[in-house]
């Protein structure tokens, strides 16, 4: 079905950075980028997929099934986003809140191009029929500077608005306290919009704005014609490999230093904070829970507890967990079981969605999602769609939301001082 061929290249970051200048001449292009950060769990450097030679996109009504037959039917590559309002497809919840950027709630694709990098190691895997422009694409990425195109026309001073003000934010967050000290919930993500209207923004080179300032694990840069997804998230929401899944939940999050000792210092107290831990722990039971939704009995795992990484922007506290499925579990069902994450809603997971409904100001749309993509073997690996900014070029509508978990212990002032932190790296890069 498909044809491999694989290329060295001289300078992979020149190939990079011409490769997605190539890619803006398709309608669909999903671009997973690793930013040479370790990961044991990882398959390839990057890789990109262009051009759909069939799709699927949906609301979330039976959205589930609909992907499930879809997977099943090609077994071929697909690429694409699950976004965070398909809860309703698993619980009997609704999202009623404004949305400006009006993306589709679900949308997959089976690519007639897609091009993988590991080290200097290209490899073009074209569906057949399209296999003698294998090696045009090549010597036409490889000799042309695509990144002295032109710029796409953009807004100057750019308009940053918050959907809500620090004085709402207080008390919207002081009603999530109180439903925790009822005991409605444990923990709830509570997360608030940043949008700008009437805006144009180069997507292309904002991404690799974005991209370069915060150095993520789990980048990405997704167009689906006029909607752009730019995106430096750095958590993997779950993948498999084979018989295992790994799911690694952040909760935890402290800022940077340029002076080296204070740097070290803010990472010591992260790793010691018992608030941000608790919150860890807490995620990690309820991913060990929706995991073993799936799993073989007793094969959940908690690999790695609130170890704490250091990131561009700012320090994380993530857990790594795993379980083995049995070789018939179907990948979407996986994903249907997990679905949304822990670590982006709260627990009990439902109520903690109930009560997000109702106090958050925006529809999360592809924010708090997923992106990733399937292999012809039934494999997957999703990141969390975090620390992105969201465009609809033809409404000119540019949005990126942060959150923080909040629990018993939470103090609302710190909980906006910590959005703040996450909006640091988007907020620069839109308004310079």
Request: aromatic share 12%; proline share 3%.
């Amino acid at each position: 079905m498909r044809k491999k061929v694989s290329y060295t290249a001289s300078d992979i970051q020149k190939f990079k950075d011409s490769l997605l200048h190539w890619s803006q001449q398709f309608r669909e292009v999903v671009w997973l980028e690793g930013n040479d950060h370790p990961d044991a769990y990882g398959s390839f450097d990057a890789i990109l997929a262009v051009d759909a030679f069939t799709s699927i996109r949906s609301d979330f009504h039976n959205a589930f099934h609909e992907l499930q037959e879809y997977q099943s039917q090609t077994k071929d590559w697909l690429f694409g986003y699950l976004s965070y309002d398909l809860k309703n497809d698993v619980e009997q919840l609704s999202s009623d809140n404004p949305d400006g950027l009006d993306f589709p709630e679900l949308f997959f694709f089976q690519p007639k191009k897609i091009i993988r990098l590991n080290g200097n190691i290209v490899d073009f895997i074209y569906l057949n029929m399209l296999d003698d422009e294998i090696g045009q694409d090549f010597r036409a990425i490889s000799d042309k500077d695509f990144a002295k195109g032109e710029a796409a026309q953009t807004t100057e001073n750019i308009r940053i608005r918050m959907r809500i003000f620090k004085d709402e934010y207080f008390r919207k967050v002081e009603k999530m306290l109180s439903h925790i000290h009822r005991g409605d919930i444990y923990e709830a993500n509570f997360c608030q919009e940043f949008y700008a209207t009437d805006t144009q923004i180069d997507s292309l080179r904002t991404y690799q704005k974005l991209n370069y300032i915060s150095d993520a694990p789990f980048s990405v840069y997704l167009k689906l014609n006029d909607k752009y997804l730019l995106s430096a998230s750095p958590e993997r929401y779950l993948k498999k490999m084979g018989t295992k899944i790994i799911s690694q939940p952040i909760k935890g999050t402290a800022r940077r230093s340029h002076e080296e000792v204070e740097d070290e210092k803010l990472r010591i107290s992260l790793a010691q904070d018992e608030k941000e831990l608790a919150e860890n722990i807490m995620i990690v039971d309820l991913v060990r829970n929706d995991m073993s939704k799936s799993a073989v009995k007793r094969s959940v795992i908690v690999e790695e507890l609130g170890k704490v990484y250091t990131f561009r922007q700012v320090h994380q506290m993530i857990s790594t967990i795993t379980a083995r499925v049995e070789p018939t579990k179907n990948p979407v069902e996986i994903i249907k079981e997990t679905f949304p994450m822990g670590s982006m809603t709260g627990a009990p997971k439902i109520s903690a969605m109930k009560i997000i409904e109702e106090l958050e100001s925006f529809k999360r749309s592809l924010y708090s999602g997923a992106v990733g993509y399937f292999t012809p073997e039934g494999d997957f690996d999703f990141n969390v769609v975090i620390r992105s900014i969201l465009y609809n070029a033809t409404n000119e509508y540019v949005s990126f939301s942060v959150g923080s978990a909040i629990t018993a212990m939470a103090n609302p002032e710190r909980e906006y001082e910590e959005c703040l932190i996450k909006a640091k790296a988007m907020r620069e890069v839109l308004e310079g």
